[in-house]
């Protein structure tokens, strides 16, 4: 959006030009812009669409409840100013929303499980924004409310981020004198306690289900909702805990935005882009020591900032299914045209004063832009890795499937990926996104279809003295004959399961550059020494061995060999047995450009076991440079010389992780 640039202000931002004013602007022009899809009672908004998988009615439900969070937010920071008359003109969608005889009544909590979602939204505004609100709402409306709100007491709420929907709704009943039942939300606490992980992560249930929803739903309520109920002993006993656990999130959570301001393209629900500086505020307004006000702005400021230069909003003002511009394939079955408001969340800084030190405060470097880094993540399993050259943040997944280990599932391209990043998306559409490719280690079965890794063990995640990430993980080769179910929320699926080989992978990473060694193995337990892919006498394993990279998004079908797009690189290099390789190009697979190269490399038959094979992966802003070197010494030993000249000792990395020691050359 050109109009914003006039509010730019590089002294008070200097790495985004975005004050409050840019935030305003934009929340206004949302929310203007929805109007002209309202209805006539302003009960529904129908964006333009298709229907979502849940119909239209859920649609329109979704669309006032979602811009009603931006509408709140904006009024609740102005201290009840409303020039644009926000809150009168959603307390007409109110009353006919919850009026059981209205033609534009909307779906009930008991009539379809997606209203208890929206329910919370409508709390929350409910709350935030009470003496210009619901104070005002004439007692019949009010009562509608409460009725319409009340089927969430004692009702199933799936054991995931939406027991909080259940929380807040049964909370705010409660403090306007409405029914609730206090062992629902004691229950339902207890309950989203066991989610808590290391570093102050929490997991989206009880699955190894890390994206996203960590920030936006699951650091976002505790807070919330202790307001809330602020006096309570209950909250006022979890409220310093639930500090503690955001302060340390988030100071993970900086690590995760690129100095383009993209977040991770990682987990499900993408297409609520900016809802990804959630976290930030949240830090903000609950008084975090760290992240500073500064830092927490920038990386809220920069996420913003970079879908409104990529077309989000579009041309009429409306969010579409899509992460840039509108792109339908990145739907779950869940999303309609109403679902990318949930992005109003990310507004929730605007409820906090012009004069608030987030907003004060001069905007400080996102850690991708002070220096390079190189950071695990215990929780997600993640080996998180910066360079400040290109600004790219890139993640080696050894700990995140959204399932459990020993689940020989299908893999989620959104969730069991060997590596996501800042700068690249996973294939989220066409064959290879249902049959592994980027960011892989499978074998080919007789047919040529790649194995799957969901269910994996992790075996290891740490940083070495010299700074370089070290990783591992395990899991035995499947293919998975996917049961029909109609439904994708964006995880991987169930069916009648052929197992292969087990696999073994370590990783070793510093700056833009991952030393991958993979091992095939007939059980986890395999005995004997490994040997380097050049031995001979390994025992044949039926499948080829396929490796692939970083999948970059491109203008046009790839040219030979070379991948690289704009400002990223893409590359392999493979050792000795994967002798052959190749980039396959795929065509409106992701939302980053028309076509995605995928560069590869393979055996030319079938892999050996107890054999290490090596493939150094690059992603990056400038040109690859010398790859790192690996050289076998020794009876069972491995060293890495990085380009930058540090040397790591693999041989204690592999015998750490595995149990077994390296191979040799």
């Known amino acids: 959006?050109?109009?914003?640039?006039?509010?730019?202000?590089?002294?008070?931002?200097?790495?985004?030009?975005?004050?409050?004013?840019?935030?305003?602007?934009?929340?206004?022009?949302?929310?203007?812009?929805?109007?002209?899809?309202?209805?006539?009672?302003?009960?529904?908004?129908?964006?333009?669409?298709?229907?979502?998988?849940?119909?239209?009615?859920?649609?329109?439900?979704?669309?006032?409840?979602?811009?009603?969070?931006?509408?709140?937010?904006?009024?609740?920071?102005?201290?009840?100013?409303?020039p644009l008359g926000l809150m009168e003109w959603y307390a007409e969608g109110l009353a006919s929303g919850t009026d059981p005889r209205s033609p534009e009544r909307w779906v009930r909590l008991d009539e379809h499980d997606q209203a208890k979602v929206e329910a919370a939204s409508i709390a929350l505004v409910l709350h935030l924004t009470r003496p210009w609100l619901w104070d005002r709402l004439d007692p019949r409306v009010r009562e509608q409310v409460v009725d319409y709100l009340a089927p969430a007491v004692g009702a199933h709420y799936p054991p995931i981020n939406w027991i909080w929907f259940q929380i807040v709704v049964e909370q705010f009943l409660a403090s306007v004198g409405g029914p609730y039942e206090r062992k629902d939300i004691e229950d339902g606490l207890t309950l989203l306690d066991g989610f808590a992980r290391r570093n102050g992560w929490y997991a989206d249930g009880a699955e190894r289900s890390y994206d996203h929803y960590s920030g936006w739903a699951l650091q976002f309520y505790p807070l919330i909702?202790?307001?809330?109920?602020?006096?309570?002993?209950?909250?006022?006993?979890?409220?310093?805990?639930?500090?503690?656990?955001?302060?340390?999130?988030?100071?993970?959570?900086?690590?995760?935005?690129?100095?383009?301001?993209s977040p991770l393209i990682q987990g499900r629900s993408l297409t609520y882009r900016f809802a990804a500086a959630t976290q930030f505020w949240v830090g903000a307004r609950s008084g975090t020591a760290t992240p500073s006000p500064g830092l927490l702005r920038r990386a809220a400021s920069g996420i913003v900032r970079h879908?409104?230069?990529?077309?989000?909003?579009?041309?009429?003002?409306?969010l579409t299914l899509g992460w840039h511009g509108a792109w339908p394939p990145i739907a779950q079955s869940y999303s309609g045209p109403g679902s990318p408001y949930w992005a109003a969340k990310g507004f929730f800084g605007l409820c906090l004063p012009a004069d608030h030190p987030v907003w004060t405060a001069v905007e400080e470097p996102l850690p991708v832009e002070t220096g390079d880094f190189h950071l695990a993540v215990p929780a997600p399993g993640w080996l998180v890795s910066g360079t400040r050259a290109d600004g790219v943040v890139?993640?080696?997944?050894?700990?995140?499937?959204?399932?459990?280990?020993?689940?020989?599932?299908?893999?989620?391209?959104?969730?069991?990926?060997?590596?996501?990043?800042?700068?690249?998306?996973?294939?989220?559409?066409?064959?290879?996104?249902?049959?592994?490719?980027?960011?892989?280690?499978?074998?080919?079965?007789?047919?040529?279809?790649?194995?799957?890794?969901?269910?994996?063990?992790?075996?290891?995640?740490?940083?070495?003295?010299?700074?370089?990430?070290?990783?591992a993980s395990r899991w035995q080769a499947h293919w998975v004959d996917v049961e029909a179910d109609g439904h994708d929320h964006g995880y991987g699926r169930p069916g009648a399961v052929r197992l292969g080989p087990w696999i073994e992978v370590i990783s070793a990473v510093r700056e833009a550059w991952e030393l991958r060694?993979?091992?095939?193995a007939g059980s986890p337990q395999a005995a004997g020494s490994a040997r380097s892919a050049g031995d001979a006498g390994s025992r044949p394993v039926p499948g080829a061995l396929r490796i692939g990279g970083w999948p970059v998004p491109a203008a046009q079908p790839a040219r030979g060999e070379e991948v690289s797009y704009g400002a990223a690189h893409s590359c392999v290099v493979a050792g000795a047995g994967l002798d052959l390789s190749g980039v396959i190009s795929a065509e409106d697979s992701s939302p980053l450009g028309p076509w995605t190269l995928i560069p590869w490399c393979a055996t030319s038959g079938p892999a050996r076991p107890d054999t290490w094979y090596e493939v150094a992966v690059h992603l990056g802003g400038q040109e690859p440079g010398s790859p790192p070197a690996l050289a076998w010494y020794g009876a069972a030993a491995a060293r890495v010389t990085w380009p930058d000249g540090t040397q790591d000792d693999l041989g204690a990395v592999v015998e750490t992780a595995l149990g077994a020691p390296g191979g040799r050359a």
């Open 1 to 82: 959006m050109r109009a914003l640039r006039e509010f730019d202000d590089l002294r008070l931002s200097p790495y985004t030009g975005w004050t409050r004013n840019h935030w305003a602007a934009l929340a206004d022009h949302l929310l203007l812009s929805a109007r002209r899809y309202a209805s006539d009672t302003h009960a529904r908004i129908s964006f333009p669409g298709p229907p979502g998988g849940y119909g239209a009615d859920v649609d329109g439900l979704e669309g006032f409840a979602r811009t009603f969070l931006a509408a709140g937010f904006r009024v609740a920071g102005e201290g009840g100013r409303d």
């Open 225 to 261: 909702w202790s307001e809330m109920a602020a006096g309570d002993p209950a909250a006022d006993s979890r409220r310093p805990v639930y500090l503690e656990r955001l302060e340390r999130y988030l100071n993970d959570a900086v690590h995760l935005v690129g100095a383009d301001g």
């Open 307 to 318: 879908f409104t230069e990529h077309g989000a909003p579009d041309e009429d003002g409306v």
């Open 394 to 471: 890139r993640v080696v997944n050894h700990g995140t499937d959204h399932s459990r280990p020993g689940a020989n599932r299908t893999d989620s391209p959104l969730y069991a990926r060997l590596g996501y990043s800042t700068a690249t998306s996973p294939v989220l559409a066409g064959e290879h996104a249902a049959e592994p490719l980027d960011q892989s280690v499978t074998i080919l079965d007789e047919g040529g279809r790649p194995s799957h890794r969901t269910g994996f063990e992790t075996l290891l995640l740490d940083r070495l003295p010299s700074g370089t990430l070290v990783g």
């Open 517 to 520: 060694l993979v091992r095939l």
